[in-house]
């Protein structure tokens, strides 16, 4: 484990940074906070380092005093836009900025449609609710014709770019930026999606790894990926229970019973809710994300659980956005995520998640989100894979149900920490002005919190 007498003899021997000599930085379009940017080109398909380039654009907010470095930020999506992100929040890194740079990117292939400023994939991405379970194989395979379709009207306006936007490129684009800022090693914060492409970095460039902070985010590490399933399927559940706790204490103390009698009827008919009806899947994707917002939320969740038990699922639908549990065009998922070979295996997949999680299912599992994956006209290129040894401790951080998922990340590296906020909520450091402490002088100084850590 790191301590301070170590981490200070190490900085003593590191050699100095060299200066960003590789990036021509200048004022970044529409800028107001004074962020510089740059231009970054680099391979497409790095198996092919002399082929076609692809621009990223990063972004720099100097340190405000003497820098010690610069620390590389992402906020996930996939395709968050790191400029525009940063640009909207710039006081969230003055602590961070009194000793490091913050340097940020617009990650490959997310362009103009996502708000990035560098090289976009030609695509049109879409939201569409979730494919329901086929019942037979006939609905297997039209499922499956669906899922390809919508990629194809993706892949055909640039299929080399399209097959290469998993998270490893992305971890393979981070290098290439830590080896033009002149940094030793890397530091990275990692929110969301974007703890993916951390630990994707981690198992690629081990050595490279000075600090990786990852918050709110899961495992793209598992050495067993069923058994990871298992884990978010039971993530799900726990969201619930509280919900029903609570209603234990208060006015909707058959709040269980009551759901399970829906879902049961929701099985065999759809629950209308004004011009839509809701199955049992729908209901439990809509309810869970209601639980997880915690207890201002749950009064609401008690009485839209009562009413569609009468035949109403209005309350249901959400204000904005799609009326059914959705996802986006999966260009990047579908290469990082493992999918169903056939039927078979997706129905024993489904009746363990099921058994594991009786009130919320599939719901909130990668399980669900991959089924837009079958069919995909690309195979999965970046399987989750085992964290190395010999990496230096990490840092995680999450609210309910995404420290238990990021500590299994860490629970690869010896001597690592995961700061807990025990509440609703995803990610950490935006919000929790403790967890940011925590995270500002792991990057900065590469010293832990003590374990069990909570803010």
Same mark, same amino acid.
Request: proline share 8%; glycine share 10%; with cysteine.
């Given at each position: 484990?790191?301590?301070?007498?170590?981490?200070?003899?190490?900085?003593?021997?590191?050699?100095?940074?060299?200066?960003?000599?590789?990036?021509?930085?200048?004022?970044?379009?529409?800028?107001?906070?004074?962020?510089?940017?740059?231009?970054?080109?680099?391979?497409?398909?790095?198996?092919?380092?002399?082929?076609?380039?692809?621009?990223?654009?990063?972004?720099?907010?100097?340190?405000?005093?003497?820098?010690?470095?610069?620390?590389?930020?992402?906020?996930?999506?996939?395709?968050?836009?790191?400029?525009?992100?940063?640009?909207?929040?710039?006081?969230?890194?003055?602590?961070?900025?009194?000793?490091?740079?913050?340097?940020?990117?617009?990650?490959?292939?997310?362009?103009?449609?996502?708000?990035?400023?560098?090289?976009?994939?030609?695509?049109?991405?879409?939201?569409?609710?979730?494919?329901?379970?086929?019942?037979?194989?006939?609905?297997?395979?039209?499922?499956?014709?669906?899922?390809?379709?919508?990629?194809?009207?993706?892949?055909?306006?640039?299929?080399?770019?399209?097959?290469?936007?998993?998270?490893?490129?992305?971890?393979?684009?981070?290098?290439?930026?830590?080896?033009?800022?002149?940094?030793?090693?890397?530091?990275?914060?990692?929110?969301?999606?974007?703890?993916?492409?951390?630990?994707?970095?981690?198992?690629?460039?081990?050595?490279?790894?000075?600090?990786?902070?990852?918050?709110?985010?899961?495992?793209?590490?598992?050495?067993?990926?069923?058994?990871?399933?298992?884990?978010?399927?039971?993530?799900?559940?726990?969201?619930?229970?509280?919900?029903?706790?609570?209603?234990?204490?208060?006015?909707?103390?058959?709040?269980?019973?009551?759901?399970?009698?829906?879902?049961?009827?929701?099985?065999?008919?759809?629950?209308?809710?004004?011009?839509?009806?809701?199955?049992?899947?729908?209901?439990?994707?809509?309810?869970?994300?209601?639980?997880?917002?915690?207890?201002?939320?749950?009064?609401?969740? !008690?009485?839209? &659980?009562?009413? %569609?038990?009468? /035949?109403?699922?209005?309350?249901? #639908? *959400?204000?904005?956005?799609?009326?059914? =549990?959705?996802?986006?065009?999966?260009?990047?998922?579908?290469?990082?995520?493992?999918?169903?070979?056939?039927?078979?295996?997706?129905?024993?997949?489904?009746?363990?998640?099921?058994?594991?999680?009786?009130?919320?299912?599939? !719901?909130?599992? &990668?399980?669900? %989100?991959?089924? /837009?994956?079958?069919?995909?006209? #690309? *195979?999965?290129?970046?399987?989750?894979? =085992?964290?190395?040894?010999?990496?230096?401790?990490?840092?995680?951080?999450?609210?309910?149900?995404?420290?238990?998922?990021?500590?299994?990340?860490?629970?690869?590296?010896?001597?690592?920490?995961?700061?807990?906020?025990?509440?609703?909520?995803?990610?950490?450091?935006?919000?929790?002005?403790?967890?940011?402490?925590?995270?500002?002088?792991?990057?900065?100084?590469?010293?832990?919190?003590?374990?069990?850590?909570?803010?």
């Amino acid at each position: 484990m790191f301590t301070t007498t170590t981490v200070a003899l190490a900085l003593l021997l590191s050699p100095t940074p060299t200066a960003y000599s590789a990036l021509d930085w200048a004022q970044c379009p529409g800028d107001k906070i004074g962020m510089e940017c740059a231009d970054l080109q680099v391979p497409l398909d790095w198996d092919k380092p002399d082929g076609r380039r692809i621009t990223l654009k990063l972004g720099r907010l100097k340190a405000t005093g003497t820098p010690e470095g610069s620390v590389l930020v992402a906020y996930g999506g996939p395709g968050g836009p790191g400029i525009a992100i940063t640009q909207g929040i710039p006081d969230t890194w003055a602590g961070l900025r009194k000793r490091m740079n913050v340097v940020t990117w617009d990650t490959r292939g997310y362009g103009k449609q996502f708000g990035g400023l560098g090289t976009g994939l030609p695509c049109t991405w879409t939201r569409l609710p979730m494919p329901a379970f086929p019942r037979d194989d006939a609905e297997w395979g039209r499922m499956s014709d669906a899922n390809r379709g919508y990629a194809e009207a993706c892949r055909q306006n640039d299929p080399d770019f399209f097959a290469h936007m998993s998270s490893a490129d992305q971890a393979r684009d981070m290098e290439a930026i830590r080896k033009a800022l002149g940094e030793q090693k890397l530091n990275f914060y990692g929110a969301s999606y974007a703890g993916f492409y951390g630990q994707d970095y981690a198992r690629l460039f081990p050595d490279k790894v000075r600090t990786i902070a990852l918050d709110g985010t899961w495992s793209h590490s598992a050495p067993d990926w069923n058994a990871e399933l298992d884990e978010l399927a039971g993530a799900g559940q726990k969201a619930m229970d509280r919900f029903f706790t609570w209603c234990a204490a208060h006015d909707c103390r058959d709040a269980r019973h009551t759901w399970r009698t829906l879902l049961a009827k929701a099985d065999r008919n759809p629950v209308r809710a004004k011009d839509v009806a809701y199955n049992a899947r729908d209901l439990q994707g809509l309810a869970l994300g209601i639980a997880r917002q915690g207890p201002g939320a749950w009064p609401a969740l !008690a009485k839209a &659980i009562s009413a %569609a038990d009468r /035949g109403d699922a209005s309350a249901f #639908v *959400p204000e904005h956005g799609m009326r059914y =549990p959705d996802q986006s065009t999966g260009v990047t998922e579908c290469l990082d995520w493992p999918r169903p070979a056939d039927r078979a295996e997706l129905e024993t997949l489904v009746k363990r998640l099921r058994r594991i999680a009786p009130d919320t299912g599939t !719901a909130g599992t &990668i399980a669900e %989100a991959t089924l /837009g994956c079958v069919g995909w006209p #690309v *195979p999965v290129t970046n399987p989750p894979k =085992p964290l190395p040894k010999g990496l230096p401790p990490l840092l995680g951080a999450g609210n309910w149900g995404e420290s238990d998922a990021v500590e299994r990340v860490l629970s690869q590296v010896p001597g690592s920490v995961t700061v807990r906020h025990e509440g609703p909520g995803h990610t950490l450091y935006l919000s929790n002005t403790c967890a940011r402490a925590h995270i500002d002088r792991y990057l900065t100084e590469a010293v832990l919190p003590p374990r069990g850590t909570a803010c």
